[in-house]
């Protein structure tokens, strides 16, 4: 079963197989993959990050899942003694403190067994993924709202705010917790917790009491055998039906059991069939984790169903594999972030097939519209797409030559100079030097004047 689940920043899923944390790159300061190698280092805190990858658009990390670990929510009614030994583990995170790693302390980050060991799943790089505020006094926050929510039925989503008094309780921990302006504070505190209550003594004249009861006990059991073969007598009184109106009933019966019997024949098979199809994408995604996109694409591909995570992780392969088959493959499964990806792709492949894959993506997404639009030749469709890309550079490119094609070099000249394009400089002035020794309406003296100007900007333009 795959489990999604926002945190701060990013997302986690959980397929029971593989931990993903995913975050969009513009949230990071993210140069270079490379600069995520680090996040590979073994830590005993932390589950083990196997595979990282990157497009324009996001990163993810992919964490090797231990099955004895769940989430933080199924030991909220946990015994006193284990929720004291996963508060206290939570508590050690602050060790992150002044090192270059960093955490979401948040209920779906935390993973605990049944006798209360902690680990955590995301674990980022404090110059690279910056959102994360890292520090005592946030942490400290932080690691009050997960206590509050381990110790208390009160949703996460309740337990807001740096302030915390706004939760109503009268009980002592929550009151501690709330209290508390310091991680020692709460760290001595679940140290010297009393999980097991005492035992109140037996006094002496109970046990003496107790001592005569036996006779009591006797008359008492009568009672019970008395009302027992009452209740058996009565029973089988009721159940004595006729003859006739148990036959109908069983016939009832039978007709009901076999169509029952065929719903869970179906039921069965489609058990069966995501059974395999989950033994399927978890090896999938075990090729993916040890980088072997060849073995990882059949894999996916042979499984009858795909959740949404699947696809998108079998996109990425695609993606990878970069070539005319796989992209376009691609293109039908892949979410609008990805189609941007895959067709910038299939462009640079600058083949006739790719433009068929392209004009193949059914999408709404402006930066594939402009790219079907280039392959159609549709010009005027160019332009008007650009007004909703105008920041996009491979929007602008194609809007400049899109204004050569109708003739309008002044308008490709302004954009050919915002994206410092030489060579696109010179095809709008020679364009322009064109439709000056074509215009009518010209002498042939201000004609001459006209492409001077322009041979003397061409002059400049190549320097």
Known sequence: MTEKAPLQYGEITDNEEVIIYEIAKEQTNLVDIEQLDELKRKDVFFFECQHILADETSI???????????????????????????????LSIDRLIGTQYTTLVHPDN??????????????GIRSIFVQERFNMEQLLIDQKRVLLYLFSTYAYDEITGND??????????LTTIINANSMVILSSFFKKMETAPKQAAVKPAAIKKNAKTPKKNVSLLS????GVIIGLLSMYVLKVMPLTEASTAMAN????????????????????????????VTKAYREVIAGNTEEAIPLFESAEALDETAKQTLTEQYIVQNSLESLSKAAKIGS?????????????????????????????????????????????????LYSELVDNPRAKVLAANSYIHLDKPKEAKTLAYELKDKKLQLASLNKEKELANANKKLNAEQRKEAISKIDEEISKVNK
């Open 60 to 90: 993810r990390l992919y964490y090797k899942r231990n099955k004895a670990y769940q989430k933080l929510k199924h030991y909220r009614n946990s015994s006193k003694e284990v929720k004291r030994q996963i508060a206290l583990q939570i």
């Open 110 to 123: 935390i993973y605990v067994t049944s006798d209360g060991d902690v680990k955590f799943a995301f674990r």
């Open 164 to 173: 915390l008094n706004h939760i109503k309780t009268s009980e002592p921990i």
């Open 223 to 226: 009672g019970i055998l008395v």
């Open 253 to 280: 019966e039978n007709e009901e059991i076999g169509k029952n019997e065929a719903q869970l024949i179906e039921e069965n098979k489609a058990l069966e069939a995501s059974l395999t199809d989950l033994h399927t």
């Open 336 to 384: 609008d972030e990805q189609q941007k990806v895959i067709v910038r792709k299939l462009n640079e492949l600058n083949k006739k097939e790719a433009n068929q894959a392209i004009l193949s993506i059914d999408s709404n997404v402006p930066e594939v519209k402009i790219e079907q639009a280039w392959v159609k030749k549709d010009y005027n469709e160019i332009i008007n």
